[in-house]
């Protein structure tokens, strides 16, 4: 009995301090709505918190209303779709060979990969190589060097190593090849896995600005996460106007137009979270833990 009442007072605890964690999260996201809708006279004189006051849409309609704010999220959405598919092909490959224990140098490999856990790849020499493959002012320059990650291989590999080995040895005597166990047996029984990787990557390149600072020359280029951290890390309203055409007479404060675009900027990938949260703490657990 008294087990049992530890346990639930153990529980109730975790939960309580997990509402809150969850709601210190939130709050920041709840502010951010309605202080973009609502009425400017309110915001400006900073009586808004957690709920509208004198409901107002116009920065939407602003929002909404800009071509080059559109062209900036498409960007976000390319690099971070085909950025994740590019890192799941080559993450995937090349931890389903370091878990075959045939592969040669197999052992020097996994320890040069083991190594940038410790050492990153320091700022000129990376410029230098993307500058060299031509790949600057590209979206390539955005997608490739983050592709492959030390971590993202050792989940992946540890769960290949994790599968039946007498599933692969019954595919070998049916004719397949490498390629044909790898496509046919070893993809189809990871999607927890895969889908966890996905998800760490695309959070990340969704996140992801600094990349974009570096290489990126062309507006156009730009993707929304470079807006918005002109937005609040410099404070600056001009670098949404550069742009494109936007008409700041409108019944609209520049901190409404901030909170506006930065739900516009993050909303996306809090709507993609959930599709793949199911796989998250499967994929993780299975990704670590197996040997």
Not at 68 to 95: D, E, H, P
Not at 116 to 141: C, D, G, H, K
Not at 223 to 230: M, S
Request: net charge positive; aromatic share 12%.
């Amino acid at each position: 009995m008294p087990s049992y009442k530890s346990d639930r007072v153990f529980g109730l605890f975790n939960g309580t301090l997990l509402i809150v964690i969850s709601l210190s999260m939130l709050a920041p996201l709840v502010h951010l709505l309605a202080v973009s809708l609502s009425s400017p006279k309110y915001v400006g004189a900073k009586q808004v918190y957690f709920w509208p006051k004198e409901w107002n849409v116009q920065v939407y309609k602003t929002i909404f209303e800009t071509d080059s704010l559109w062209r900036a999220l498409g960007v976000s959405v390319y690099i971070t779709v085909f950025g994740t598919l590019i890192a799941l092909v080559i993450t995937s490959t090349i931890a389903y060979s370091l878990s075959r224990a045939r592969m040669p140098f197999r052992r020097l490999i996994l320890r040069g990969i083991i190594v940038t856990f410790v050492f990153s790849v320091p700022l000129i020499p990376s410029y230098l190589v993307v500058r060299s493959l031509q790949m600057e002012n590209t979206l390539w320059a955005l997608m490739i060097p983050g592709a492959l990650t030390a971590f993202n291989v050792i989940i992946m590999k540890t769960f290949f190593q994790g599968i039946s080995s007498e599933m692969f040895d019954a595919a070998k005597i049916d004719g397949c090849g490498e390629a044909g166990i790898y496509t046919r047996i070893a993809i189809p029984l990871s999607t927890p896995v895969i889908a966890t990787i996905a998800l760490f990557h695309a959070v990340g390149q969704w996140n992801s600005y600094f990349s974009a600072l570096i290489y990126i020359h062309s507006k156009s280029l730009l993707p929304i996460q470079v807006v918005l951290r002109n937005l609040v890390i410099e404070d600056n309203l001009g670098s949404f106007t550069q742009l494109g055409t936007v008409d700041l007479s409108r019944p609209a404060t520049p901190e409404m137009l901030k909170a506006g675009i930065i739900l516009f900027g993050t909303l996306p990938i809090l709507i993609v979270y959930p599709f793949l949260q199911k796989y998250f703490v499967k994929g993780a657990m299975l990704g670590s833990l197996k040997e």
